[in-house]
């Protein structure tokens, strides 16, 4: 290697500690092209993202296409031509559940294996079109049911701060390559805190948006009245900016709101300012006290201390019916599930097993046997009895008006509190191999986040320090009403910057180096 | 049988699995048994609530009469359609051949 | 496996209606003729080449979305308001869950508990002038599977057969079902109030520009419902539904054979299986469908990624009021404007003539003539070729227009005939065939005039008796005329030619 090749380097590492918001400034002033920062990146995955060893958060990279979409921002802002969008050039990492006409598509799952699809998913289009280049597709458990993405048939996501650990999920791979400086950027999905766990696990910022709020088009459906993608980044400001990229109405999603985005990147840099007197903190105790691990609660008394501290008057809120959330939202999940990988059937696309087979019911069930891994079989077999009738009414039924209630308790609490908060998981990043094999203490992980999509409202985790006993990043979970996306924004702007204060620099410097093969 | 008697037999996840065309293995019907009866035990919850006059939410977001006009809007080529087919045959998908019959 | 119970017998008809009480359901479904599916832009074009009319969301791409296509809502509206539903204020789709190959989602989205028409009723007047009132349950939106092509086998059909082929170009255009009630109380007459129903169903659908209906294209398909009560009893019968039915002579078949065929299992002492049966067109018989090991389970649950329809009381409204004159008032208006009988009117009906004859009185024919060309030559070019009124290659504009020619004198009704031949024989519009086969009438007098003289000339007698007064006596060289130009002279101008002439 040439020696400038190696300046290069060394350069490039510099870029890659940068927040979203920086390089677009340098890029957009031509102090380095988009190139030069999507190759830092390129280099930076091929440094630590080895899938035996490393952090594993890419199951494709696609250079030359990260390459080619940064040179043609290159070429247009050397021509003189005002960025496509606040973030053009700014390379991001895509979940590998959204649609991609350039790059496969398998959700995780050896069902879609090599599967190309046809055409972009809206966030995948809108992405582009703000001149985002993608860097490749996240690892994620497989069809974004898990929560620690050792779900996903392709190998398990590591977490940057400890190796050993999981990610979080099913958005792992989203958000270890943002605590990993793998991008600035990614996007996840959220269906029952699929991106706000992963963000508390990595000590990364990740929002799920009002239900409606990001197109669903092209993002292949979990469970499609909970499913929501979302911006991930390693600041409050960078998640605000992506957001803005990605929100919006889109004719081709019935389920899309038709109204404007709220100014999430206003908020943002509002709440950085770091006042919020006259603001109402709830603090739902239903979702901070029993099962939560020491230094996750420590540091979320210590959180709601400075929300205090910046003036917000912090509430006691009582959602009563939360505590019914898990068991509603692992009815509603896997019955919508099961309906929604029904396609899955080796008819027009992805694996199909013969074995000698010679009927097509039989090459269905085959391939569906040997293309789903043992949680999605799990569920689906869940859902199918939950849907079947003459336990519909007791299941499926009841659950959704369980629903109807945990909405009822978040517009009673959001008539006292401007935002709610509570810890995003109840522990720390644990061990990988530690709850594979426990389907429900897996779920028990999605505590806090599942009401929120139950509700279709907003919240999002930011993150709160690291735990005393272990050393490992903890999440703020903060959530609002439905379109209530820039109080919340204001609000974990506001924290991040206090806590940043305190701390002496972000959270997220603190990572280890991970120099695994460079 | 009742929600909150919770237990599901063996029998019963083979039958879930016919119909969700699963080609389940005897070990694995002895885990998912196992593990369904414990799930479902958990989620059976739900019907501790009482909520006989409460309406089921459906859709998360309280939207209605979200239409399409009656444009055409351009698809998928032959080639795109069958790009992903693991058989294809005469512009058609080909698959094993069909027992049942249509509905 | 036990050896097959032996096959009891078919019944006498007479004996089954004095035995037994049919009771009839009626299931339609009907393609919509929109632009576009149910749920995509796709177009939905019958016979284009195979998935070429396809998308992400047809072929139930992963991550593909539906969105509802309005003008299917309007039609389904539309056609609930002309069969007296209630319109639902609020509804959902819902998805029907089982794996099927031509279904490219494993579950089929439709209105399931929430149709978006109810109770409704649609009147059909049988052969003899009866009316029946059948009452329509509800009309509900749903879309249509793609079409598999059986390969290997004998005969091409399913069973037997070594592979499919699959296409979804039909996967996705919208469908509405319409559903009976149970039509009680037909008694001998059930085949034909089955097929009446669905022919009055047929024309009201037509009428309303929603689908082609065309049975032999499966646009418009039925299935029938049948079971028996013991004459008088009262009591349900198990019912077995026949699909595949698939013209309306079919229709009145169908009941008639499982009329028949129930009889006999039951005056055999055994049970009538409820199930669903196939109908074979061949043999007009009905075969069993495959037993299926395991009662499906729908799953039936909400659709997700649809909101529900709420149309409001305006929109409603606003589609009430783009309704055309429908069948049945039609049929008073014309009785009215045309001074028909009751039995005139009935056999205008019967002939399939009713709505041809209107609309060719609407292109400005007088109802007369529009009349008269369509029940008798018209009827018998349709009954020489055998096919239906409305499908000889003749537009009611095309008839209107010969009658124009008619009237305007280009034409006299034997040189019309010529033309009406031409247009059916695909020669183009009246005025192309005028053209291209030199039938316009001579009108030049000097030729005419030459004639005439030659005519008065050949039958002095004839003249001289005019001469006396006798007008009506100038027939008789009209017609020499006639036959000297071959037909192609205008009568009336010969007619006023021959009273100058003869004086002359």
């Known amino acids: 290697m040439s020696s400038d090749a190696l300046t290069g380097s060394s350069m490039n590492s510099e870029l890659t500690r940068l927040t979203a918001a920086e390089l677009a400034q340098k890029i957009h002033s031509r102090e380095v092209s988009a190139v030069e920062v999507t190759q830092a990146h390129l280099d930076r995955i091929a440094a630590v993202d080895d899938r035996d060893e490393g952090v594993h958060a890419f199951l494709h990279v696609d250079a030359s296409a990260a390459l080619s979409a940064a040179a043609l921002v290159d070429e247009s802002l050397d021509a003189g031509t005002a960025p496509a969008s606040p973030l053009a050039g700014v390379p991001l990492a895509l979940k590998d559940v959204l649609t991609t006409s350039d790059m496969p598509t398998t959700v995780g799952s050896k069902i879609l294996e090599g599967w190309r699809p046809p055409y972009d998913a809206t966030v995948t289009a809108r992405l582009r079109a703000a001149g985002i280049p993608i860097l490749g597709k996240t690892n994620m458990d497989e069809f974004a049911m898990g929560s620690s993405t050792e779900y996903s048939a392709y190998g398990v996501t590591r977490n940057p701060w400890d190796l050993r650990r999981i990610p979080g999920g099913s958005g792992g791979g989203s958000a270890a390559a943002l605590a990993a400086f793998e991008a600035p950027l990614a996007i996840g999905t959220d269906t029952g805190g699929s991106i706000r766990q992963p963000a508390a696990m990595t000590g990364t910022v990740g929002v799920k948006p009002t239900y409606g709020a990001v197109s669903r088009f092209g993002l292949v459906a979990c469970a499609s009245s909970l499913d929501q993608a979302g911006p991930c980044a390693r600041t409050v400001l960078d998640t605000a900016l992506l957001h803005e990229v990605i929100a919006g109405h889109d004719p081709m999603d019935s389920t899309s709101i038709d109204a404007p985005v709220p100014d999430v990147v206003e908020a943002a840099r509002r709440g950085a300012s770091g006042d919020l007197r006259g603001l109402r903190v709830g603090v739902v105790r239903e979702l901070s006290g029993e099962g939560y691990q020491p230094g996750v609660r420590s540091t979320f008394e210590a959180a709601l201390r400075q929300l205090e501290a910046l003036g917000a008057e912090l509430v006691e809120v009582s959602t009563p019916h939360f505590r019914y959330a898990l068991a509603a939202y692992y009815l509603i999940l896997p019955s919508e599930v099961s309906s929604n990988l029904a396609r899955f059937d080796a008819m027009r696309y992805g694996l199909r097993v013969e074995n000698g087979a010679t009927s097509a019911e039989e090459v269905m069930a085959l391939t569906r046997e040997a293309g789903f891994g043992p949680e999605v079989k799990r569920r689906i077999i869940l859902g199918t009895y939950a849907l079947s009738s003459g336990y519909y009414d007791a299941y499926y039924g009841q659950a959704q008006k369980v629903r109807t209630l945990i909405s009822r308790d978040f517009a009673a609490a959001f008539e006292q509190a401007d935002v709610l908060v509570s810890p995003t998981a109840p522990t720390t990043a644990f061990p990988i191999g530690d709850k594979v094999d426990d389907p429900l203490a897996m779920y028990l992980n999605d505590l806090a986040t599942i009401p929120t999509n139950l509700a279709g409202t907003t919240a999002m985790s930011v993150p709160s320090g690291l735990a005393p006993e272990d050393g490992l990043p903890t999440g703020l979970q903060i959530m609002a009403p439905a379109l209530g996306e820039a109080v919340m924004y204001r609000v974990a702007a506001a924290y991040e910057a206090a806590r940043d204060a305190e701390d002496g620099g972000p959270l997220i410097q603190r990572v280890p180096g991970l120099e695994v093969s460079a | 049988m009742s929600a909150d008697s919770g237990a599901i037999t063996r029998a019963e996840v083979a039958h879930l699995a016919r119909l969700a065309r699963l080609a389940v293995n005897d070990q694995e019907l002895d885990v998912f048994a196992d593990q369904l009866d414990v799930i479902l035990g958990a989620v059976a919850r739900v019907g501790e609530v009482a909520a006989d006059d409460i309406p089921p939410t459906s859709h998360a977001v309280p939207l209605s009469n979200v239409f399409r006009p009656d444009e055409r809007r351009a698809g998928l080529t032959q080639e795109q359609a069958l790009s992903g087919a693991p058989a294809a045959e005469e512009g058609r998908f080909r698959v094993p051949q069909i027992l049942g019959e249509e509905e | ?504």
């Open chain 3, 1 to 504: 496996m036990s050896a097959p119970a032996s096959t009891p017998g078919l019944v006498d008809y007479d004996e089954v209606v004095e035995r037994f009480d049919p009771v009839l359901g009626i299931e339609v479904h009907v393609e919509l003729n929109t632009n576009t599916k149910m749920f995509c832009g796709c177009p939905t074009d019958f016979g284009a080449e195979p998935n070429t009319q396809v998308c992400p969301v047809c072929l139930g791409l992963p991550g593909a979305l539906p969105v509802v296509n309005r003008a299917a809502v309007e039609s389904a509206i539309r056609i609930g308001l002309a069969l007296n539903c209630s319109i639902a204020p609020w509804g959902r789709f819902a998805r029907k869950n089982y794996f099927y190959p031509d279904m490219p989602k494993n579950f089929q989205t439709s209105q399931y508990d929430e149709p978006i028409a109810v109770n409704g009723w649609l009147d059909v007047e049988l052969d003899d002038g009866e009316v029946v009132r059948v009452e329509i349950e509800r009309a509900h939106m749903e879309e249509d599977t793609g079409k598999s092509l059986h390969v290997g086998g004998a005969t091409g059909r399913i069973h037997g057969a070594e592979y499919s082929l699959l296409d979804y170009n039909r996967a996705g255009v919208p469908l509405i079902e319409i559903v009976t009630k149970m039509i009680p109380g037909t008694r001998e007459r059930a085949p034909e109030v089955a097929r009446a129903y669905v022919t009055a169903l047929r024309d009201l659908l037509r009428s309303l520009g929603v689908s082609d209906v065309r049975m032999d294209q499966g646009s418009m398909r039925a299935d029938v419902n049948l079971s028996l009560s013991p004459r008088d009893s009262g009591v349900l019968g198990t019912r077995t539904e026949t699909k595949n039915v698939n013209s309306l002579r079919s229709v009145e078949r169908a009941v008639r054979y499982e009329m028949t065929r129930q009889a006999g299992v039951l005056l055999d002492g055994g049970p009538v299986v409820q199930e669903t049966r196939h109908f074979e067109e061949a043999s007009g018989t009905t075969r069993p469908g495959r037993r299926k090991e395991t009662a499906e389970d729908y799953r039936y649950f909400p659709e997700p990624d649809l909101v529900p329809i709420a149309p409001s009381q305006e929109w409603v409204e606003e589609l009430r009021g783009t309704l055309p004159e429908l069948p049945w008032e039609r049929r008073k208006r014309v009785k009215a404007e045309w001074d028909l009988s009751d039995e005139e009117l009935r056999d205008l009906v019967n002939a399939g003539a009713l709505d041809l004859i209107a609309a060719t009185v609407a292109e400005g024919a007088p109802s007369g003539e529009a009349r008269s060309w369509w029940v008798s030559y018209l009827a018998q070019q349709a009954n020489t070729r055998g096919v239906e009124l409305a499908a000889l290659p003749i537009s009611p504009a095309d008839v209107a227009r010969v009658i124009e020619l008619v009237a305007s004198g280009e034409l006299t009704n034997k040189l019309a005939r010529q033309v009406v031949d031409g247009v059916l024989a695909g020669e183009g519009a009246p005025d192309d065939v005028v053209k291209a086969r030199g039938l316009a009438v001579v009108s030049d007098d000097g030729a005419l005039i030459t004639a005439v003289d030659e005519a008065l000339a050949g039958q002095p007698d004839v003249a001289q008796k005019i001469r006396d007064g006798k007008v009506q006596a100038a027939g008789a060289i009209v017609g020499a005329v006639m036959k000297a130009t071959k037909g192609q002279a205008d009568a009336k101008r010969v007619r006023e030619l021959v009273l100058e002439r003869v004086n002359a």
